[in-house]
């Protein structure tokens, strides 16, 4: 029987104040990983996200169901989605508690209300057919869609979505986040390029990057702008200033072939990332530009992160090649 489950990777850290002169301070434990079997012998879990309160949810994309994992107890609830085999991918909890994932196989959007339970759809237009990666901001969720090579908005009050095709054919839009100055940055798979959103009127400027056969599949954006994504055709980990358009790799520790994939800042201040062909997450740390390797115990995975806002950070990666949900 194949068993799903989820990882819980916790580096035990704490959250500093930035100071004038750095003070010294006591080697960081090493990073544990828990596993948390998952109720569904075939589960799918793909997307994770987590929730103020410390909730884990996830979407089962194979069995069309939105998951809802307790992290304190272990309990995992399942919540069914309207349209049956709807391939729920991407997943964002909002401000106010609301569950926002995306139907990619059904061209709609979701919004699950975590104290009932119930699920309402949004249906997207006919040329959204693939929802993909979603992303609340400021009362709209945004999101990509991949196939259709779009990227777009949904005003949930009206139930009315815009949507803006990427100039650059098979883009195939995919991670999708925002920054600290409100801009939204769209990582284009396909292609060679990242994109940045004004969320005002969705106006779209490309960055190019120098290597013409990388691929960004996701990314992440620090507190300075500075833009950090996945090169997952090279095995690197890139950065972007978006000030000046200076792009830099970082070998990723498992080579070429590494396949990162999944990435989020950290409450330490670093940049964790998945290798999914590796089976191991990656921390890299910005300033001293050195990199810790995690292996995940049970191997044969893919996954996507999300970390918590909490003074302890706890990374949730989610399996996709398994059934089973975990945190670092």
């Given at each position: 029987?194949?068993?799903?489950?989820?990882?819980?990777?916790t580096?035990?850290?704490?959250?500093?104040?930035?100071?004038?002169?750095?003070?010294?301070?006591?080697p960081?434990?090493?990073?544990?990983?828990?596993?948390?079997?998952?109720?569904?012998?075939?589960?799918?879990?793909?997307?994770?996200?987590?929730?103020?309160?410390?909730?884990?949810?996830?979407?089962?994309?194979?069995?069309?169901?939105?998951?809802r994992?307790?992290?304190?107890?272990?309990?995992?609830?399942?919540?069914?989605t309207?349209?049956?085999?709807?391939?729920?991918?991407?997943?964002?909890?909002?401000?106010?508690?609301?569950?926002?994932?995306?139907?990619?196989?059904?061209?709609?959007?979701?919004?699950?209300?975590?104290?009932?339970?119930?699920?309402?759809?949004?249906?997207?237009?006919?040329?959204?057919?693939?929802?993909?990666?979603?992303?609340?901001?400021?009362?709209?969720?945004?999101f990509?869609?991949?196939?259709?090579?779009?990227?777009?908005?949904?005003?949930?009050?009206?139930?009315?979505?815009?949507?803006?095709?990427?100039?650059?054919?098979?883009?195939?839009?995919?991670?999708?986040?925002?920054?600290?100055?409100?801009?939204?940055?769209?990582?284009?798979?396909?292609?060679?390029?990242?994109?940045?959103?004004?969320?005002?009127?969705?106006?779209?400027?490309?960055?190019?990057?120098?290597?013409?056969d990388?691929?960004?599949?996701?990314?992440?954006?620090?507190?300075?702008?500075?833009?950090?994504?996945?090169?997952?055709?090279?095995?690197?980990?890139?950065?972007?200033?978006?000030?000046?358009?200076?792009?830099?790799?970082?070998?990723c520790?498992?080579?070429?072939?590494?396949?990162?994939?999944?990435?989020?800042?950290?409450?330490?201040?670093?940049?964790?990332?998945?290798?999914?062909?590796t089976?191991?997450?990656?921390?890299?740390?910005p300033?001293?530009?050195?990199?810790?390797?995690?292996?995940?115990?049970?191997?044969?995975?893919?996954?996507?992160?999300?970390?918590?806002?909490?003074?302890?950070?706890?990374?949730?990666?989610s399996?996709?090649?398994?059934?089973?949900?975990?945190?670092?």
């Open positions: 029987m194949t068993r799903s489950f989820l990882l819980h990777v580096p035990a850290l704490l959250l500093c104040g930035l100071l004038p002169v750095p003070e010294p301070r006591s960081t434990p090493a990073p544990s990983v828990v596993e948390y079997p998952l109720p569904r012998p075939r589960a799918f879990p793909h997307d994770p996200a987590v929730g103020a309160d410390g909730i884990v949810w996830y979407t089962d994309q194979a069995n069309s169901y939105i998951g994992l307790d992290p304190a107890t272990g309990k995992v609830t399942d919540y069914a309207p349209t049956r085999m709807s391939g729920p991918h991407g997943i964002v909890v909002a401000p106010d508690g609301g569950v926002w994932y995306t139907a990619n196989f059904t061209g709609k959007l979701g919004r699950l209300d975590p104290a009932t339970g119930a699920i309402k759809e949004f249906s997207l237009p006919a040329e959204a057919r693939d929802p993909h990666t979603p992303l609340f901001h400021r009362g709209k969720v945004w990509t869609a991949q196939g259709a090579n779009l990227y777009g908005v949904l005003d949930p009050v009206r139930g009315q979505a815009t949507l803006f095709p990427v100039p650059t054919s098979r883009a195939h839009p995919y991670g999708l986040v925002a920054a600290p100055d409100g801009m939204l940055w769209m990582a284009l798979f396909g292609t060679n390029q990242i994109g940045r959103i004004d969320p005002a009127d969705g106006a779209l400027k490309l960055f190019p990057l120098p290597a013409a990388a691929r960004p599949r996701r990314l992440i954006v620090d507190a300075k702008g500075i833009v950090w994504y996945s090169d997952y055709a090279r095995g690197k980990l890139g950065r972007l200033d978006p000030a000046t358009g200076q792009v830099r790799d970082v070998q520790p498992g080579g070429d072939r590494s396949e990162p994939y999944g990435i989020a800042l950290g409450t330490d201040g670093r940049v964790w990332y998945d290798e999914s062909g089976d191991d997450i990656v921390a890299f740390d300033t001293t530009e050195r990199a810790e390797t995690v292996n995940i115990p049970t191997q044969g995975w893919c996954a996507t992160w999300r970390w918590t806002r909490r003074g302890r950070g706890c990374g949730w990666p399996r996709a090649s398994r059934s089973w949900a975990g945190s670092t």
